[in-house]
């Protein structure tokens, strides 16, 4: 599904313990699909660096919620 991405944050629940050392930084991604439905979703932060996906780009949401720079 195509969407665009709308906004990028830093996932900062951690609920009521701190990130686990180790453990990957998230952010949380809202999106707009074609309807103008939004979608908001937790996406590893390194993946989104390495596929220099940024906040008003055009991505790519496929079936695992993984997302790819279109």
Known sequence: MKCKVLRIEEDIDF????RQPGAELMSVVLLENEDGQ??????????LYEGDINEGDTV?????????KV
Do not use: A, F, Q, V
């Not at 790519?60 to 997302?67: A, V």
């Open 15 to 18: 609920g009521c313990e701190e």
């Open 38 to 47: 939004e979608i908001s979703l937790r996406h590893n932060d390194r993946l």
């Open 60 to 68: 790519m949401l496929d079936e695992n919620r993984e997302l790819k």
